[in-house]
């Protein structure tokens, strides 16, 4: 089992940038991909993105392409989330999750299913 704990939230100004981080510990947590996804108030989770287990492939959602990054740490066991050009649609939970499999070759949103307990992010205008 992977265990997930997310880090990097706060309250920022909209233009301004966050980087987000995601340490995962447990049993084989390195062949996993692992992702980010937000919730935000009155709206369903959403993919953000991700990243597979070897860093060949990362997958971003096309609402926040070209303003969020994910990268893999110096170590496999952590992962960014870097966000730039932060506006007010971003507020909300942003969690750190992990794939139900070993080794995909890629990033697949629906395939998550292990979960951090969140950290939020409030942007002011």
């Known amino acids: 089992q992977v265990q997930l704990v997310e880090s990097g939230g706060g309250l920022v100004q909209a233009g301004d940038s966050l980087r987000l981080s995601c340490t995962a510990s447990?049993?084989?947590?390195?062949?996993?991909?692992l992702a980010w996804f937000r919730q935000v108030p009155g709206k369903e989770r959403e993919f953000v993105g991700g990243?597979?287990?070897?860093?060949?492939?990362?997958l971003i959602g096309d609402s926040v392409k070209g303003r969020f990054t994910v990268a893999r740490g110096s170590g496999p066991n952590t992962i960014y989330l870097e966000i730039k050009d932060l506006e007010q649609g971003d507020t909300g939970v942003y969690f750190c999750?992990?794939?139900?499999?070993?080794?995909?070759?890629?990033?697949?949103?629906?395939?998550?299913?292990?979960w951090g307990q969140g950290t939020q992010v409030t942007v002011s205008s």
């Open positions: 999750a992990a794939d139900d499999g070993y080794y995909r070759e890629y990033v697949q949103p629906w395939t998550f299913k292990t």
């Open positions: 447990g049993r084989r947590f390195s062949g996993h991909a």
């Open positions: 990243i597979t287990w070897d860093n060949i492939n990362t």
